[in-house]
Structures are given as C-alpha cells and as structure tokens.
C-alpha cells in the first residue's frame, strides 16, 4: 500500500525496548451497597498489574471473569483512565506531550468481543473501515482504496463486502470487519479482547488464522485476552494468567502450560474438559466461584480455594516473583522462607 | 437396550412461520433416547440442536409449527391438550436452561420456587415442599442449604444459581432431563463442577439425559452418544468414543481438526471449515454441508444423502459411506 499521507509508526527504541510497559496499573470502581447508598465500596478490578509486552511477540491474558482482564484491556487503551499506574508506549508515556493519547491511539487498536455491538449499524462494512483513515486526515478516495485493500486482507471480497451493513453478514465476517477496521491506522499494537469467543467453533479457527497471518505479515504485536486456554496456547508466545485483579502467573506459554507454578494455573487446565472419553476428569480441581472482587480475601486472594493454603496465606500476600527465565509467579510456596511450609527453604538456613 | 425408548423422535421438522420467509430450523431429526442413557446433540448456533430439544417439551413459541412424530415416555407429545402438557413438564420432562439468571424467577425465594413444583405436581404441603427443597439443596450441594433456600436467584454465584436450576429441574422426579448448554455461561473451573454433578446425578438417579452443547470437550465429559448436527439434521451419530476417534462426516471431522487444543507447533494453522453456515431460509439443495465440504462430489448438491452405517451404532448423513456397489441394486 502506497499512500500520501502516513503516519508516525516509527519505531523509536529499536527491537530491544519493550512496545508497551505498564506499572503498578490500577483501577478501582466505586458501588453502593443496598437501597439507602450505605457504605461506598469498591471493586478491585485491577489492583496493581506490571508487565511488559515486546515488539512482535503476542502476549496471552487469561482468567476468569472478574479476573480484570477485560478493565486491563480497556486502560491498556485508554478508554477508562487508570487510578494509577503508567502505560509507556515504545518508551514513551502516555497522555503527555511526547505521546498524547490521539497519537498512541493510532498505533494501538482494539477488537472486541461483540462484533455487532462494536460495529455501527448504518455505516457499510467500507465506509466503517474507511472512517479512522478519514478522521486522521485521508482523502476519502484514499481512505476508500485503503478500506478495499484490508477488506481483501481478511478474506472479504470489497466488490461482495464493501457495500453491506453490518446485520447482512454473518459474526465471523463481521469480525473480520472489526479486524480489518483496527488495522485501518496501521498500528503497531492490536488489543483483542475474546475476539472469538462469540464466534461458532468452525469460524474461530479461521479468524485465529488469520489473525496469525496478519501478525506474520505486517510484524504486529498482540495483546490476546480470553478465557478459554486451549486458544490462548494457540495464539500466545507469553501467558499472564490473573485471578482477582492480581497477576497470579506470567511467563512462556509452553512453560506456563506444562509446568505450572501458581495453584490456580494449575486448577485452570485440570479444568479443561479432558477430549478423551476413556480418561474422563473425576474430580473437580476447585470447589467453588470465584469471589466477589469488591471484598476480595485478605492475603494471597486464591488462597479460600486453593488446596495448598495455609495460616500464612491469609496473612501475606505474595508477591510476583521470578522462578525461571522470564517465568514469574505470585504464590506463598515459590518464595524461600515465607512461612509455607512447601516453600523452599532459605538459601542461608539450607547451607 | 431393552424395552421401547424413553425418548422416540421420528422425522421431527419445526418451521418458523413468522418472518417474510419460513424457516426451516429442523427437517427431518430421528432420535433415540434410552432410559438410563447420555445423548449429547453437537453443533453449532443455528443447527437446530436447542430447537429439537424443546420441541420434546413443546417449549417452542407459537409460530412454530412442529411435524413428525415425538414420543416421551410413551406419551404422543404433539397430541397433549395443553392440561396434559403441564403435567408432563416436571414430573416426566423437565429442563436446565443455559442462563440460570434468567430462567429462575427473580422475585421469589428459591426454596419457595421449588416448593411450588412440588406442591402443584404432587399434591403435597408447602412444608412437605420446603423439605423436599432442602433435601436436594444438599443433593446438589449448596454448601449452608438451610439457609440458601431463602436467597434470591441475584444473591447467588452464577455456579450457584445454576445447582439451584438443576434442584428445580429434579424436584418433581423426572425421567428425563433436557441441558440446554447448562455450563456455557460458567467459568472454566465452575463448568467442570457442574458437569460432574450432573454425570454423578445421572448415575446414581438412572436419569435419562439429553445435552446440548456446541463444545466437543463437554459432550465428551458427560454424554455416552453423541448426535452431530448441522443445518437442522443429525448428520452423524454414535458412541461418544467413536464419534471422537473416528468421525466419518467432513463436517465433524472439521469440527475436531479446527480445535485450538489440537495444535503444538507453534506457529502452525488450525484445519478450518471454510464459509459458514446455510442459510435456512434458503437451505442448498441436497447435502447441506455440500457447499463447504472438501470432498463433495456432483451428487452431493442434488440428492440428500440418506444414513450410512461406519459400524454398529455409528452412522452418518454422507454418500462416502454408501456401499459401493449396492446403490445400484438398492
């Protein structure tokens, strides 16, 4: 694609600096508890998240609902502001005069879940691609021409597709729409939060396909969230499992999901359905839902359902910490000297 | 199998009326279900699966008009006067909805929406009602029952709400239980609860049990056969081992090839099925699946293909199984 105008996706700290480093992001919501108001209280729904996603790599968040997968998305694009916490953009920070926020939001797209919703029902699949290119100052005969191409891209054909609205195709083909839209800018960031989880099993495929594709062809960078394992493996070069707003575990996919450390990443692939009917689960690995996160559990927030608990759990949280190469997890049992009595012994104490 | 089925569908179809053009969500499902017996019913949305299941309890709305024949229990379900129809729905049929938030009534205690069943199918005292709740509060174990039956439906976990959804459904005794997708709105370590409690359920009451479901993994933990649809037929029927170990119709061998699961290598594709679904309101003519199936051959767009025996008890909707030979002599 040649055109006139481009925009700033230079990179700017070469392949060795992070695309996007967030620290100590939180966000919580206020409620009211019953009829007369009573007593504000809050949900937690991230509480402290740090992590860093490099330049081409897909990054995978997994968790259960309320986890804050979705609110981390959503201050990962600024579409809610954080109450605390930095986001930097390839170096930069975001909302400041080096990257203010209608800059970085051309390098950083999002898809979402519901591809009706998040698609305007009176523009056609053309003019909804052709919309951001607009804004940002394209000719509308360029914008249009661009629009065609990505339609092409993701496997829709423009002299089909171009002229349709969104409720005369079907929820994979509008969530190629989605895809094609988020690409329109080319950003160097894609957020897609449960981008297939709507969609029937035959069509998820294809889009996970092409998903892999795209990134393959353009050098994208993905930030993959979802709740089901089997895609987050399938999509992810690194998994950040969260559970209660926390990052319970983060590390290399393949590690993560063939030696899990955390308890709870542990209990989420027991948790699969097992596809083997001679070799079916016999016992659930969790008891219970997840807990409310407007009065999460004090100390370590897995520790009302974990297995391993004890005395000290509840008393002390566990920080993420490192227990391999690039494989951090946040659990009372990897740190030497916790007070658990599966952890470790001290370096000192053992010698 | 011994006896007659509990459940005996015979060329079921259900038409939608109500739009510009009629839709013809099922056509044509014959179905088995024995007592004792898991039948998951596969596909995806628009294949008829949760159209086929409520027309066993005439839960369809009323521009539906449902042909064919459905036997439960030996009772002629289509003719049932609608008096007769109540009395079936709890004591013989009863159903587990996918959104327990919905399908509860939000104004009632749960311990009262329980009792009611009891007390209009049976006869029995509100008392009679409330410890017949409390009993299977603990069944399907609500931890602190007692005290559970006064809550809510909104006061409830979802994993919750949906144990109390099941302890309805069995309040009344049914011989068979209907599933329609009971664990998709749950989170993953709260589905396979649920799909425990329902199998040991199963076992230990001798249920009969129908599940819908669009995800392989939870037919396979829980159903003994599994029936494929797609585009409102079942195209491939057999024991959940053999179903998954060796598909015979295109459509389910897709089905199993496009499983994220599936794939190690990092970077590698899934297998998909290309296009998606028929319209069926202008369903292809002959097989369905014709227009996204790798190996169709010219026949497959004219005539719709009949059953197919692979082996004992397996059996698909697709001409590649037809003895060679015998068509002709047929």
Redesign the interface.
């Known amino acids: 694609m040649t055109l006139a105008v481009d925009l700033d996706d230079k990179d700017r700290g070469g392949p060795a600096q992070p695309l996007l480093s967030v620290a100590g992001l939180v966000k919580h919501f206020p409620v009211n508890r019953g009829l007369m108001g009573g007593a504000r209280s809050v949900v937690r729904a991230v509480d402290g998240v740090a992590f860093e996603v490099a330049k081409r790599e897909t990054l995978g968040i997994v968790g259960?609902?309320g986890c804050g997968k979705s609110t981390t998305a959503r201050l990962l694009m600024h579409i809610i502001a954080p109450d605390a916490g930095e986001i930097l953009f390839d170096g930069e920070k975001v909302g400041t005069a080096a990257l203010d926020l209608a800059g970085y939001r051309r390098q950083v797209q999002m898809v979402f879940q519901d591809s009706h919703a998040s698609l305007n029902p009176r523009l056609t699949m053309e003019e909804t691609v052709a919309f951001g290119p607009r804004v940002h100052g394209f000719s509308r005969a360029a914008a249009l021409s661009r629009a065609h191409d990505l339609l092409h891209r993701v496997g829709l054909d423009p002299s089909r597709f171009a002229g349709r609205y969104p409720h005369e195709i079907?929820g994979?083909?509008r969530q190629r729409v989605n895809i094609a839209r988020a690409l329109a800018l080319r950003p160097r960031l894609l957020i897609l939060d449960e981008p297939v989880s709507a969609l029937?099993?035959?069509?998820?495929?294809?889009v996970?396909?092409l998903l892999?594709d795209l990134k393959d062809e353009s050098g994208l960078t993905y930030v993959f969230i979802s709740?089901?394992?089997?895609?987050v493996?399938?999509?992810s070069d690194r998994v950040m499992v969260m559970y209660l707003g926390k990052i319970a575990e983060l590390g290399p996919a393949e590690t993560i999901l063939q030696n899990p450390r955390h308890p709870y990443t542990a209990?989420?692939l027991a948790?699969?359905?097992?596809?083997?009917?001679?070799n079916?689960?016999?016992?659930?690995?969790?008891?219970?839902?997840?807990p409310?996160p407007i009065d999460p559990p004090p100390g370590c927030r897995f520790h009302t359902r974990c297995k391993f608990a004890a005395p000290v759990c509840s008393a002390k949280e566990a920080p993420l910490g490192a227990v391999g190469l690039d494989h951090a997890v946040a659990c009372l049992m990897a740190i030497p000297g916790s007070g658990h009595p599966l952890a470790p012994a001290l370096a000192s104490e053992a010698a | 199998m011994s006896a007659a089925p509990l459940v005996d569908v015979k060329g079921l179809t259900v038409d939608f009326a109500g739009s510009a053009k009629p839709v013809r969500a099922v056509s044509g499902v014959d179905l088995t279900l024995a007592k004792g017996e898991v039948l998951a019913l596969l596909g995806e949305s628009g294949s008829g699966k949760t159209v086929t299941m409520r027309a066993l309890m005439r839960l369809l709305p009323k521009s539906a008009r449902i042909g064919g024949q459905v036997r439960v229990a030996g009772r002629d379900v289509l003719a049932l006067a609608p008096d007769e129809l109540a009395a079936m729905r709890g004591p013989v049929v009863s159903m587990v909805f996918q959104e327990p938030g919905i399908a509860l009534d939000p104004v009632y205690r749960l311990g009262d929406q329980i009792a009611e069943a009891v007390m209009r199918h049976e006869g029995a005292s509100r008392s009679q009602g409330r410890a017949r709740a409390l009993e299977l509060f603990e069944r399907v174990r609500i931890p602190s029952a007692a005290r559970r039956l006064d809550n809510y439906p909104h006061e409830m976990s979802g994993g919750m709400r949906q144990r109390a959804m099941i302890a309805l459904a069995l309040s009344c005794h049914p011989k068979v239980l209907l599933a329609d997708e009971p664990t998709t709105a749950l989170d993953a370590t709260v589905q396979i609860q649920i799909l425990l409690l329902l199998r040991e359920l199963q076992r230990e009451l001798g249920l009969a049990v129908m599940f819908v479901t669009h995800d392989i993994g939870v037919a396979v933990e829980v159903a003994d056969r599994i029936a494929v649809m797609y585009a409102g037929r079942i195209v491939e029927t057999g024991s959940c081992a053999r179903v998954v170990q060796a598909p015979q119709h295109p459509y389910t061998q897709g089905l199993l090839a496009s499983r994220a699961g599936h794939v190690f290598a990092k970077g590698e594709r899934l297998g998909t099925i290309p296009g998606s679904p028929p319209d069926l309101a202008n369903p292809p003519p002959g097989c369905a699946f014709a227009p996204r199936c790798k190996v169709a051959e010219a026949i497959c767009t004219k005539d719709l293909p009949r059953e197919y025996q692979a082996e004992p008890g397996h059996v698909a909707r697709c001409v590649r199984l037809a003895p060679a030979p015998a068509t002709v002599a047929a």
């Open positions: 259960e609902s079907s994979g083909q029937d099993k035959s069509v998820e495929a294809q996970l396909n892999l709740h089901d394992l089997n895609v493996r399938f999509m209990a989420l948790s699969m359905p097992s596809m083997d009917p001679n079916r689960t016999q016992e659930a690995p969790l008891m219970g839902d997840p409310n």
